[in-house]
């Protein structure tokens, strides 16, 4: 049923051949109770001819017997589904709406406001694109509305319509319509960008719903059924990475082996270059399969199968992804849960858990914080109740290939299920290896609020030392000579008058570190701690020398903009593995050969040599005393020694 | 306007979505079944199903529970679609309503729903111990359906209780079950009657010629066209069966499902008039009409 659709005149074939060219459009909606939102959703179904006549009979008899609305029909009661919501009045779930336009096909989520149902706002803000925010013109922002803002936003949901209600109830008052705007903008602009539309309606009576109206004259954008038909949708899921979880592996015989998966993110075609995760094993596309013929090109999120040039071994919980940019992969991971269940997370707690379509047991090692959705601080928590959101590190048995939530949705985000009673206990958005989250933290609310301001100034410090503060990172391989120069460029510092200190990856272990080990992210947790302590000691005007292996150019760089940009110096020790594995000052390497231990950068896991270097020191080719004098005069040239 | 490489239309979507949960059953479950009602959401699912697994087979069986009261014509279709594609079909009635001349114009459709479809798909699932039963439900169909589940959670009983349903994220489906319990999965939970349609056409999909109008013998009853399908059907004194154009939008059992007068015997014209049409397609199904919220309670008992 379809009002533009005039069978006299317009040719079925045509109308078809338009339908089935109809652009998909899910959205949330969301808001306190009484907000609006049943009604509104009425209104569209209503004014899109999305309703049939023995449906709105049904509510007209309705009406009479649980009706709000006295005397007219209660658009409401057309969403509201079970009898039991019914008769108490409320919406307890999340409930899918469909209608259509001309241009698109709408999924709605409806979704409760009840303080306590944060859990299906999560659900139903999981698959959509775009929110509508209902707020009561007689209320303003309440704290469920900043709420609502909140959890669209940690969802990811790119935009979001801020739909101004009951504008009839307060005679369409302009200065109300506007503050109600302003505060929700002062609001939303602590968190991440994103397009947000402000549009006053009534829904009961249907001005700016479908239909223009003249009762707001300062108001002159689009309707909210415009505005839904013409927003700009889809596409961001292809501009991304390719990236496909394999669900189902099709082999009907020995001639065709196909991966059968949703593309989560990008396109792929015929020829490119892709690896198999979390094995590594690289191959190319040769088809892309499916009932209706090869493609020359796929993009998220159709469904196809995949057959590669070579015998790739790949199973079901295997992602498929571009050659030129992989996704991380770890078993340690920091990520935003909403918790769902009555009964509170504490750590220590083990699931399974579900990415993509790995399914892998797990264990919550810590909670990191709790969101206060009120005021968006992070505060400490020692457990996460119901509806509460809260970072956590989570470790998995199988490690996990993904990518940051904010990024890639559909690679960016988990469920723990229940190991006994499977019951979905919390949904996840990754926000990142656990180790690289932590260099970025927020500080728990509070932190700020202790210390004093010192009595002491920078330039007294300096004038006092003849020096400003610098850490210096002396980073290579085991063996590339860092220690030593460390120990020597100390020595040389205190013989010139300055005052410095010395950190060693191998001495902050004994204490500050002596709960880490030798893993990835033990390592990125050992250079965080330091660097940490290299702020404070260059705070109070001293220079640290600072002698890491440091593998890995991310953890430098958050290195460098833990300490400061302008006083962090990146020294590369470059003797070659061949050079540090033949001198082998601490007999490290043959320890190695002979135990088969794990851990070695270079090689067990790589050591990722600096870019661009402020230093770089052939350690195998000069000896320490001229490194040292190769530093002391960057540190001149600089301006950090007088 | 983003430049897409693969702009999907919203059947592309839904079918993506679709097909990604069928795949979804055959990796999660050990023993799926696919039900099989014969009906054009039926054949849309079992189109998507080979979908999923091309150029491979479906792996999985297809489950007819036949009531013994469906159009005679629905059964041919059913007995040529699954020779044609060589499905693995499972037919099941239950024993019990046969022996006992289970009949909907003298128990009542209540109870023959009861014993006939509930109590006979129950029976079929328990006998195949079948974990997971892919059904064609259509969010759009009902309003106690709105909420369903793609994978809806039933206990050891079979049953629905709205309770323990598991909230739905992303399509991280959580197909975890104990002992016993089982899963109704849906993968055509988003389409509508509409895209149903749309899709047919597009994918030149067969479907049982009762869709279709044509010349049909027909009774009317409460104000619903009947089509008298075999002499099983008790006719009133002085009541004869009237030659009348139809055309059915739902099928199931024949003295349960509603005709409407159309001259539409083509898919394009059958389209056409849902276009224009004012009443839903439930309408025509006795069964929700018993009361209010009658799905609900019924799918409480175990109706699909």
Redesign the interface.
Known sequence: ??PR?D?NSDN??E??AR??????LRFLTCGSVDDGKSTLIGRLLHDTKGI????LA?VEG?SKKYGTQSGQADLAL???????EREQGITI??????F?TEH??F?VA?TPGHEQYT??M??GA??CDLAVLLVDARHGVSVQTRRHCVITSLLGIPKIIIAVNKMDIVDWDQSVYDSICEDFKAFSSKLPDREQHFIPMSALEGDYVAEASEKAPYYTGPTLLELLETI?I???E??TPFRMPV??V???DLD?R?F???IESG?VRPGDRVTVLPAGTESRVERI????GD?D???A???V?IVLEDEVDAS?GDMIVASAEVPATSDRIAADLVW?HEEELQPGREF?L??G?RITPCRIRRIIHRLDVDTLESVEANSLALNEIGRVEIETDSPLVFDPYEAV??TG???L?DRIG???MA?GMIRGKATEARWTATPISGADRIGEEGLVSADERAARFGQKPATILLTGLAGSGKTRIAAMLERALFDLGRVAIRFDGTTMRKGLNRDLGFSASDRSENLRRSMEAAKLINDEGIICVAAFVAPQAGNREQAKALVGTDRFLVVHCSAPLEHCRAKDPTGLYAHAAERDLDGIPGISFDYEVPERPDLELPTHQIDPEEAVNRILALLSERGFLR | MTSLQDPLSHLQSLEAESIDIIREVASSFQRPVMMYSIGKDSSMMLHLARKAFAPGPIPFPMLHVDTTWKFREMIAFRDKVASDLGLDLIVHSNPEGIAEGMSPFVHGSRVYTDVMKTQALKQALSAGRFDCAIGGARRDEEKSRAKERVFSFRDRNHRWDPKTQRPELWNLWNTRIGPGESVRAFPLSNWTELDVWTYIHLEKIDVVPLYLAAERPIVERDGALIMVDDDRIPLEPGETPQMRSVRFRTLGCYPLTGAVESEASTLSEVITEMLVARTSERQGRVIDHDGDGSMEDKKKEGYF
């Open positions: 049923m379809d659709f069978a079925i074939e109308y078809l339908h089935e060219r109809k652009q998909l049939y006549e023995d449906q049904a309705a057309l969403v509201d589904g079970l009898r039991s779930d999340v409930a899918y709406r469909y259509s698109r096909k999924i409806d859990r299906n999560a659900t999981s698959t700009e889809g596409g961001q292809q501009e669900n189902h099709i082999r009907p065709f196909g059968g998966g949703r396109v399969s499916t009932f209706d493609l090109v796929a993009g999120p159709r469904s199968a079901r769902m399974i579900r990415h379509t949705r559909g985000s988990l469920i299920v499977n019951w979905t949904a």
